[in-house]
């Protein structure tokens, strides 16, 4: 069910609530009228019997005021048919329609009455229609009454209110149609656009393209502008990261440089380098406070990067690299942090694998899988959380920083990934598998 915080459900409830309103008044006002005419026509009949009467009325030798015509509707001439008139005077009736059997419409005083209720034979409900007048040659007052039957009036009311209800119905339905493809029409423009968004998180699209709808284009505009600035700030903190960490290293660099090897000091200065090289990466990652929007990095090219730099390594001690990389494969990540990420893991798979690395990426559950695994001695369970804490090193035999795992840990956390180690199943010795969304 469509509910009120979305925009489609507002503008259908809304559309909804006006149309009933609509319809519902149209029901109410055009029955109205249709009851007036009826009831008009019915009056008009009524009247007519009356002035019939009236004219058929004249005063004897005596001046007693007799009928001599009688209305010829066969309607007044059926036993209580509700069809009837009466003709009164002093208070009696003295001449009462053949519908009325042995029976006599309820006597009133007053003047002249058009469409009153009241009550005739069997307690059958009546329209009444009551006119006072006087003949020529008589002095008696003279009431004229005619009645129509309620019920009748009732059918006649129901049989144009019946079809008037469906009709509305029907114009309902329409427009209530009509509405929803309105709706439905005027809010494909933000569904596309919602949709190039999502392609532009993804990395398969750089911008959003000029939307169709005049509304819509500022809107873009400024995505488009934010989008823009945020490559633009964020290229300019990577500069400035690098210049800071050439002022530094430079200078540590050369004092290292004019100590003697076994000084003491050189290991607070590899101490000092490592930090810095934590803090600076650090940094690096978190510049900009997310990823750039947009970016997508085909993976097979950056581990064919990384193979080349480290094949001098794998020659020599005759390791084989293997890839089980799907062909297009790409992570929805800078190529920086790729090559980066990717790096640090093969690097770190090359000092301690026996003969054997492999990088295997894939789909699992929806999100991206990258998997790096040698053939190595591994890690006791108890070390893999003590390996991706930053300057820790399991092993200080060898050179390193004990700040490759952690970097990578970042840059997976910093682009909504997780980094993982474990054993593995194949080659028995470390696993490092990265996982991102797929977006």
């Known amino acids: 069910m469509i509910g009120w915080n979305s925009i489609r459900g507002r503008l259908l409830w809304l559309s909804a609530a006006w149309l009933t309103a609509a319809l519902l008044a149209a029901y109410l006002i055009i029955g109205g009228i249709l009851r007036d005419f009826i009831t008009d026509r019915f009056d008009t009949e009524a009247s007519a019997v009356a002035d019939s009467l009236i004219a058929g009325t004249r005063a004897d030798q005596q001046g007693l005021a007799q009928l001599y015509d009688v209305p010829g509707d066969p309607r007044f001439s059926a036993p209580i048919s509700g069809w009837y008139w009466q003709i009164e005077a002093d208070g009696t009736a003295i001449v009462i329609s053949d519908s009325l059997y042995d029976t006599t419409l309820p006597i009133a005083n007053g003047g002249d009455v058009t469409g009153a209720a009241a009550t005739g034979p069997g307690d059958a409900e009546l329209r009444l229609l009551r006119r ?43 427009l209530a149609l009509a509405v929803l493809l309105q709706v439905t029409a005027g809010l494909s423009a933000l569904k596309r656009m ?56 430079t200078p540590l660099m050369a004092l290292q440089g ?67 990389i799907p062909p297009g494969f790409s992570l929805p990540v800078e190529q920086q942090d790729a090559q980066e990420m990717l790096g640090n893991l093969m690097e770190n798979a090359s000092k301690w694998t026996r003969s054997r690395i492999m990088v295997r990426a894939g789909l699992d559950e929806g999100r991206i899988t990258v998997t790096i695994c040698d053939d190595g001695p591994g890690m006791a369970d108890e070390d893999y959380a003590r390996a991706l804490s930053r300057g820790t090193r399991l092993d200080e035999r060898g050179a390193g920083s004990g700040l490759g795992l952690a970097i990578v840990a970042d840059l997976a956390a910093l682009n909504g990934g997780t980094l993982k180690l474990g054993r ?13 969304p797929a977006l």
């Open 132 to 174: 006072a007048y006087t003949v020529p040659g008589s002095d008696e007052t003279l009431t004229a009454t005619v009645t129509v039957p309620q019920a009748e009036i009732d059918t006649a009311l129901a049989a144009v209110r019946r079809p008037l209800a469906l009709t509305l119905i029907v114009l309902g339905v329409g």
């Open 424 to 436: 593995d199943d194949d080659l028995g010795g470390l696993s490092a598998r990265i996982t991102l």
């Open 194 to 249: 919602g949709q190039d968004l999502r392609k532009v998180h993804s990395g398969s699209a750089n911008a959003l393209p000029r939307p169709d709808a005049a509304e819509l284009q500022p809107v873009a505009d400024e995505i488009n502008a934010l989008i823009l600035r945020n490559g633009e700030q964020l290229a300019r903190t990577r500069e400035q990261i690098g210049n800071l960490a050439h002022s530094l290293k």
């Open 258 to 324: 004019e100590m003697a090897a076994d000084d003491p000091r050189q290991a607070m200065i590899q101490r000092m380098d490592r930090q810095i090289g934590w803090h600076l990466k650090r940094a690096r990652s978190a510049a900009g406070g997310r990823r750039v929007l947009g970016q997508r990095t085909e993976l097979a090219p950056v581990v064919e990067d990384i193979s080349l730099v480290l094949r001098h390594t794998l020659q020599d001690a005759g390791i084989t690299l293997e890839k089980q």
